[in-house]
C-alpha cells in the first residue's frame, strides 16, 4: 500500500517530555518528523518551560495526544478543557488532537486510565461525548484502542466495541500496536487476527512502545522500556493491512539519553522503508502478471 499523505505530520515523531528538553535540543527534522504532547502538561505554562517549549513547536509539527478528556466518563464532558485545548492548538498551530477510548474520571479524577464497559449502551453514549467534542474542536479527532486488565459488564467483544464506537461517533483511530499485543497476552487472542479486523481506513497514525512483564500471562502498559519483537511485528503487519502510517514512539519514564532513542526511532524509519519497498514490488509483480494489459 502507499504512504499516506492525507495526514499532517509523516514520518517518524517522539513523545516530548520535559526532561527532555535540553536533551533533544539537538534534534533536527531529518532525526525526527514530529512531536506530540500531552497538552494538559503544557497549557499556560509559562517562563523557562513554556519558552523551551515555544522553541520546539516552531523547530517541529507538533500533535496533541490527551490525557484526561476522559470520553467514558459518568461525568458531563469538560468542555472548558476541550475549549482551553483548542486554544492551545491554536496558539501553537497544533494540526491534531487525539484521546484514549476510556475514563479517567468521577466526581474527580482518578488518575488512571480505566476500560469503558463493552456494551451498546456505552457504544452509543461514548460516540455522543466524541461528537460533542469535535463539535467544540472543530475537527475530527482519533481514538486510540487503550489496554486494558478487567472488562466489567462486558456484552461484545473488544474488537466490536471499538468498530461500533469510531463508525457511530465517525471519528478516526489512532492505532497503539503495543496495547494490541498487551492486550493479547492478558486476554488470549490473536493480535495478528485483531490488527486485522480494525478498520484501517480510520487509521490516522500509529503508537509504539514498550511494556513491563509482570508475568508471562500479564503484560502491563508503562511506555517505560524498549519495544519487543512481537511488537515490531505488529508494526510491520499493520504497515502491510493500512499503508505506511506515521509512528510516534512513546517513552514516558526511563527515557533514555536522545541518541540512545534514536535507535528505536531508527529501526521505525526501517521498517517503514521495507514496508514502501514491499509495496513497490507487490504493485510491480501485479502489473507484470499474466493478464494484466500492458500499454505502451
Same mark, same amino acid.
Given at each position: ?23 533533544? *535540543? ?20 509559562? =517562563? ?17 495526544? =490527551? ?61 455522543? *461525548? ?83 512483564? /509482570? ?35 512513546? *517513552? ?7 541518541? /540512545? ?36
Amino acid at each position: 500500500m502507499p504512504v499516506t499523505d492525507t495526514f499532517p505530520v509523516q514520518g517518524v515523531g517522539v513523545g516530548l517530555r520535559r526532561s527532555m528538553l535540553d536533551d533533544a *535540543r539537538s534534534l533536527t527534522l531529518d532525526d525526527v518528523q514530529f512531536m506530540e504532547v500531552a497538552p494538559e502538561n503544557w497549557i499556560g505554562v509559562g =517562563g523557562r518551560y513554556g519558552r523551551q517549549f515555544k522553541e520546539y513547536s516552531e523547530r517541529f509539527p507538533i500533535i496533541c495526544h =490527551g490525557l484526561s478528556l476522559s470520553i467514558g466518563s459518568p461525568d458531563p464532558v469538560d468542555v472548558d478543557l476541550v475549549k482551553s485545548i483548542r486554544q492551545f492548538m491554536d496558539e501553537h498551530k497544533v494540526p491534531y488532537y487525539s484521546e484514549h477510548l476510556t475514563y479517567c474520571s468521577e466526581q474527580g479524577h482518578l488518575y488512571d486510565l480505566l476500560p469503558i464497559p463493552f456494551t451498546e449502551e456505552a457504544v452509543h453514549y461514548t460516540a455522543e *461525548r466524541i461528537r460533542q467534542v469535535q463539535d467544540i474542536l472543530g475537527e475530527r479527532i482519533a481514538m486510540e484502542n487503550a489496554s486494558y486488565y478487567c472488562a466489567p459488564g462486558q456484552e461484545m467483544s473488544e474488537i466490536e466495541f471499538i468498530r461500533a464506537v469510531l463508525e457511530e461517533a465517525d471519528c478516526d483511530l489512532l492505532l497503539d500496536v503495543n496495547n494490541i499485543y498487551v492486550n493479547s497476552i492478558n486476554h488470549g487472542y490473536d493480535p495478528h487476527q485483531f490488527l486485522d479486523q480494525l478498520p484501517g481506513e480510520r487509521a490516522k497514525y500509529i503508537h509504539i512502545a514498550g511494556h513491563y512483564d /509482570e508475568a508471562e500471562d500479564l503484560k502491563v502498559d508503562t511506555h517505560g522500556a524498549d519495544v519487543i519483537d512481537p511488537v515490531w511485528t505488529l508494526l510491520a503487519r499493520a504497515y502491510k493491512n493500512f499503508g505506511v502510517l506515521p509512528t510516534l514512539l512513546e *517513552r514516558d519514564f526511563n527515557i533514555p539519553p536522545v541518541n /540512545e532513542l534514536m535507535l528505536e526511532v531508527d529501526k521505525i524509519k526501517a521498517i517503514q522503508k521495507d514496508a514502501q519497498l514491499q509495496a513497490v514490488a507487490a504493485s510491480a509483480s501485479e502489473q507484470n502478471s499474466p493478464g494484466v494489459s500492458q500499454h505502451v
